[in-house]
T-cell receptor, first 116, second 109 residues
Framework: EAGVTQFPSHSVIEKGQTVTLRCDPI?????LYWYRRVMGKEIKFLLH????????ESGMPNNRFLAERTGGTYSTLKVQPAELEDSGVYFC??????????????FGSGTRLTVV | GQNIDQPTEMTATEGAIVQINCTYQ??????LFWYQQHAGEAPTFLSY????GLEEKGRFSSFLSRSKGYSYLLLKELQMKDSASYLC??????????FGDGTTLTVKP
């Protein structure tokens, strides 16, 4: 099966611009997660979708971040307007069930966002 | 809140054994994952522990003590390709995993 796909792999934008990241989970995976790693720190949770519904968005840093998953398939994460501190690697992960203990998350390769 | 600690960096020699420790303080603990991440790549699942004790999977083993809030990942017969970042992640009943900063392991010839 195809893995989790993220696009773009790299993005360099100016402060104040808008960027939209996309994640295509593994087909049939209802659970989709967004995480980000900033400045070499830990991978931090942003939010969790179950199908098209936001199960938990407690990690979203502020209202400049908007995540959607229309139709319960792919997801987008929009940052508008981008700030310097938003630079980092944004990871998407998916799992078939909430209980993913047998196999963990399947991660995408991430989008490296640089805001200049 | 969650607090997960693991060493930042470790170095070991090819063929040797290395143990990467992880301590955690968390509420609603379900289990603990270990992931491996090579530079520029996606983290990949290594192991999951929910009960106390050692889980062995080939050259990699993972141990958990729930009462002590402690886990370790044991890598045997180290190979150069094992050079990577190793991420400890706690899965809670909130339905998400919380990650430590990761341990960068360098394997030298």
């Amino acid at each position: 099966e195809a893995g989790v796909t993220q696009f773009p792999s790299h993005s360099v934008i100016e402060k104040g611009q808008t960027v939209t990241l996309r994640c295509d989970p593994i087909s049939g995976h209802d659970n989709l997660y967004w995480y980000r790693r900033v400045m070499g720190k830990e991978i931090k949770f942003l939010l969790h979708f179950v199908k098209e519904s936001k199960q938990d968005e407690s990690g979203m840093p502020n209202n400049r971040f908007l995540a959607e998953r229309t139709g319960g398939t792919y997801s987008t994460l929009k940052v508008q307007p981008a700030e310097l501190e938003d630079s980092g690697v944004y990871f998407c992960a998916s799992s078939r069930d909430g209980d993913h203990s047998n196999y963990g998350y399947t991660f995408g390769s991430g989008t490296r966002l640089t805001v200049v | 809140g969650q607090n997960i600690d693991q060493p930042t960096e470790m170095t070991a020699t090819e063929g040797a054994i290395v143990q990467i420790n992880c301590t955690y303080q968390t509420s609603g603990f379900n289990g603990l994952f270990w992931y491996q991440q090579h530079a520029g790549e996606a983290p990949t699942f290594l192991s999951y522990n929910v009960l106390d004790g050692l889980e062995e999977k080939g050259r990699f083993s993972s141990f958990l003590s729930r009462s002590k809030g402690y886990s370790y990942l044991l890598l045997k017969e180290l190979q150069m390709k094992d050079s990577a970042s190793y991420l400890c992640a706690v899965w809670t009943n909130a339905g998400k995993s919380t990650f430590g900063d990761g341990t960068t392991l360098t394997v030298k010839p």
